[in-house]
């Protein structure tokens, strides 16, 4: 029996974990949250549920169908709350360090595991384009306000604006409603013209997505029957208040989203809910060494498996497809892990459902890709990074000064990345600004935050123990931008 360890409980990681299973393997599902279903299923705790939650949710059978198989198969050990904090490289095979227990809490409980095959399936987090006034109380991700009204049921302010590009403004918009707050408009960076050729070219390849049409359906009808209005061509380019969001001045947009001049104008609101896509949860995948596509996601072959023996990868990583992808990569990708029959039938499906579903990457980068005109926007005393600090004018004087346009370099002499998310939410945004065409490496040790008396309580003679002791951690000042 192959033993098989998938990391991520949303969607990908779920269908990989039944997959597994299913084919004969013991499997280990373990997640950073406190329960099952990523962020496209994140709900309330069983303690406090909410009476219909299949009206909060869609496919919501469908995770509960997954979430009731894994929790009851004797192979399968679940293990919620579960941080994998590095990932080791072996002869022939991967060593994944874990610590259970509550992310901010001390003593949690180390574990090791050496699988015969791992499954990545870590999803990703929503790339946000600075704009002045963006480091404001009440500005938020798009997904952060979607954690806190799936999740809690809080409302993260009275009138609140949505804004960015892509599908995802629609169920955030949504969400938001769903907890008494007003909306006050959702604007959409893409135009007209850039969304029809995305999404209406060889419509024929869309007659699979029934699914998707009938949440969009659903998302629409909630904007109609609030009365809140969706702006295509428009961007929040600047947030006001005085240590508070008080309004957000909204531009038109041309083809490549630089404002268009005379025609901004300002909406008060406490509260601004920003995506302008999604960036791959890529730490563990790049600490075991898995190549990557120039667009900065895991490249894998049509059994999901990656470019190092024993790893595969499903779901955002891979590419920002929607829940039906990752779905079916999952499947495809746990059968795979667990060496087991790819020609069957269930097998077959999940590659067709795969393929069909893979369209919708593409589509979304054409409709709602980034276009490079947003700059326009910027002023000097804007902060790009915000850990840091550092402002747009900040990195102009530093590629002024040293003739350096290598994102490295200018991340050590201007500090920014170098903060506390490790250029997490910057880092796109850094190396687009500066033009640097080579992609940082974000080589870590450490690939999320680990309190010191939980490294210091390993045992002296484990592996991961021993690894931080010697090469591993910088015993001096870092000469690598992207060093904790």
């Known amino acids: 029996m192959r033993d098989v360890v998938v990391v991520g409980a949303g969607p990908a990681g779920l269908a990989a974990a039944r997959a597994a299973a299913a084919a004969g393997a013991a499997v280990t599902l373990l997640d950073s949250a406190d329960g099952l279903g990523g962020q496209y299923w994140r709900h309330l705790p069983p303690a406090r549920q909410a009476a219909r939650q299949s009206v909060l949710h869609h496919r919501w059978s469908t995770f509960g169908e997954l979430s009731d198989?894994?929790?009851?198969?004797?192979?399968?050990?679940?293990?919620?709350?579960?941080?994998?904090?590095?990932?080791?490289?072996?002869?022939?095979?991967?060593?994944?360090?874990?610590?259970?227990?509550?992310?901010?809490?001390?003593g949690r409980e180390a574990r090791a595991f050496e699988p015969d095959a791992v499954v990545l399936a870590t999803g990703a987090h929503d790339r946000t384009l600075p704009f002045?006034?963006?480091?404001?109380?009440?500005?938020?991700?798009?997904?952060?306000?979607?954690?806190?009204?799936?999740?809690?049921?809080?409302?993260?302010?009275?009138?609140?604006?949505v804004a960015g590009a892509g599908p995802f403004l629609l169920p955030v918009a949504s969400s938001v409603l769903q907890t008494g707050?007003?909306?006050?408009?959702?604007?959409?960076?893409?135009?007209?013209?850039?969304?029809?050729?995305?999404?209406?070219?060889?419509?024929?390849?869309l007659a699979g997505a029934a699914g998707k049409a009938g949440e969009l359906a659903g998302y629409v009808g909630d904007l109609v029957r609030h009365r809140v209005p969706w702006r295509p061509g428009e961007a929040v380019v600047a947030a006001h208040g005085d240590g508070q969001v008080e309004a957000v001045?909204?531009?038109?947009?041309?083809?490549?989203?630089?404002?268009?001049?005379?025609?901004?104008?300002?909406?008060?609101?406490?509260?601004?809910?920003?995506?302008?896509?999604?960036?791959?949860?890529?730490?563990l995948a790049i600490a075991a060494g898995c190549a990557l596509a120039p667009d900065r996601f895991v490249i894998v072959d049509d059994a999901q498996a990656t470019s190092v023996p024993g790893v595969w990868a499903a779901g955002e990583i891979t590419g920002i497809g929607g829940a039906d992808a990752a779905l079916a990569e999952g499947t495809?990708?746990?059968?795979?892990?667990?060496?087991?029959?790819?020609?069957?039938?269930?097998?077959?499906?999940?590659?067709?459902?795969?393929?069909?579903?893979?369209?919708?990457?593409?589509?979304?980068?054409?409709?709602?890709?980034?276009?490079?005109?947003?700059?326009?926007?910027?002023?000097?005393?804007?902060?790009v990074c915000r850990c840091e600090?550092?402002?747009?004018?900040?990195?102009?004087?530093?590629?002024?000064?040293?003739?350096?346009?290598?994102?490295r370099s200018v991340k050590l002499t201007s500090r920014a990345g170098l903060g506390p998310c490790q250029a997490r939410m910057c880092g796109s945004t850094l190396q687009e600004l500066l033009g640097d065409p080579t992609p940082a490496v974000d080589r870590r040790p450490l690939v999320v935050p680990v309190r010191l008396g939980d490294l210091a309580a390993l045992p002296a003679a484990s592996p991961s123990a021993a690894s931080l002791s010697t090469a591993s951690l910088p015993t001096a000042l870092p000469t690598r931008g992207d060093q904790p």
Not at 87 to 95: A, K, N
Not at 250 to 273: F, K, M, N, T, Y
Not at 336 to 357: I, L, M, Q, T
């Open 249 to 283: 001045t909204i531009a038109r947009l041309d083809r490549r989203w630089a404002p268009v001049p005379g025609s901004e104008h300002q909406v008060e609101a406490d509260a601004v809910c920003v995506s302008h896509g999604f960036t791959p949860r890529l730490e």
């Open 132 to 161: 002045p006034g963006w480091q404001l109380p009440g500005v938020y991700s798009a997904g952060a306000a979607q954690a806190l009204a799936k999740g809690e049921r809080v409302a993260v302010g009275r009138r609140v604006v």
């Open 332 to 383: 495809v990708a746990g059968t795979a892990a667990a060496g087991g029959d790819g020609g069957a039938p269930a097998a077959r499906r999940a590659v067709r459902a795969r393929d069909r579903a893979r369209g919708f990457a593409a589509r979304i980068v054409a409709a709602h890709g980034v276009r490079g005109g947003w700059t326009g926007w910027l002023r000097d005393d804007t902060v």
């Open 389 to 407: 600090e550092t402002t747009y004018g900040r990195l102009r004087e530093v590629v002024e000064l040293t003739g350096s346009h290598e994102t």
């Open 69 to 106: 198989v894994l929790r009851a198969h004797p192979a399968v050990t679940v293990l919620p709350s579960a941080q994998v904090w590095s990932l080791e490289r072996l002869d022939g095979g991967i060593r994944l360090n874990v610590l259970l227990g509550e992310p901010d809490g001390a």
């Open 181 to 205: 707050a007003t909306v006050v408009g959702v604007h959409e960076a893409g135009r007209i013209g850039a969304l029809a050729r995305g999404w209406l070219s060889r419509p024929w390849e």
